[in-house]
């Protein structure tokens, strides 16, 4: 058989994003796309580019979905002093069947991972340097910053 000749021997890539509550990206972190999404975590929280106020002033959320549903997971959010949200395996499913109109927790960030892929540099990666790609990350989460503050019409 041999290779695939549409992927050029490019391996895929994982972005790991955290944004707040109305979908402001906060934090991010690139990695190969064979990585769990769990394992991404720490790198993620860590990449947070703003001083966040001390957990012990106001309670901090984290929503997290169903493959974040580990231990391990638990541990680093109680390290970083966040509350854990992470709906288990058959949870989500229950909660829309019970309730009209039900929007998921994680859904802010879905959104913001589609205006990201506005972005056809993003959408598609053409560049091979991991370095070159997180900046563009950078410069697109920059953009959707300040369209959200309304100072990009």
């Known amino acids: 058989m041999g290779k695939n000749p549409t992927d050029r021997g490019k391996q895929g890539t994982k972005r790991s994003l955290l944004t707040e509550g109305g979908g402001v990206p906060i934090g991010l972190c690139v990695a190969g796309s064979n990585r769990n999404d769990f394992k991404l975590l720490r790198e993620t929280i860590e990449s947070i580019a703003i001083e966040r106020p001390l957990p012990t002033q106001q309670q901090q959320g984290m929503c997290l979905d169903k493959g974040y549903?580990?231990?391990?997971?638990?541990?680093?959010?109680?390290?970083?002093?966040?509350?854990?949200?992470?709906?288990?395996?058959?949870?989500?499913?229950?909660?829309?069947?019970?309730?009209?109109?039900?929007?998921?927790?994680?859904?802010?960030?879905?959104?913001?991972?589609?205006?990201?892929?506005?972005?056809?540099?993003?959408?598609?990666?053409?560049?091979?340097?991991?370095?070159?790609?997180?900046?563009?990350?950078?410069?697109?989460c920059a953009y959707i910053t300040f369209k959200q503050a309304g100072l990009l019409r």
């Open 69 to 140: 549903d580990y231990d391990e997971v638990r541990e680093i959010l109680k390290e970083f002093g966040f509350t854990a949200h992470i709906r288990t395996r058959g949870e989500e499913a229950q909660a829309i069947k019970r309730e009209v109109g039900y929007k998921a927790r994680r859904w802010v960030v879905e959104r913001t991972h589609s205006w990201m892929n506005r972005f056809r540099a993003i959408l598609i990666r053409w560049e091979k340097k991991a370095a070159n790609f997180l900046a563009l990350l950078h410069l697109s």
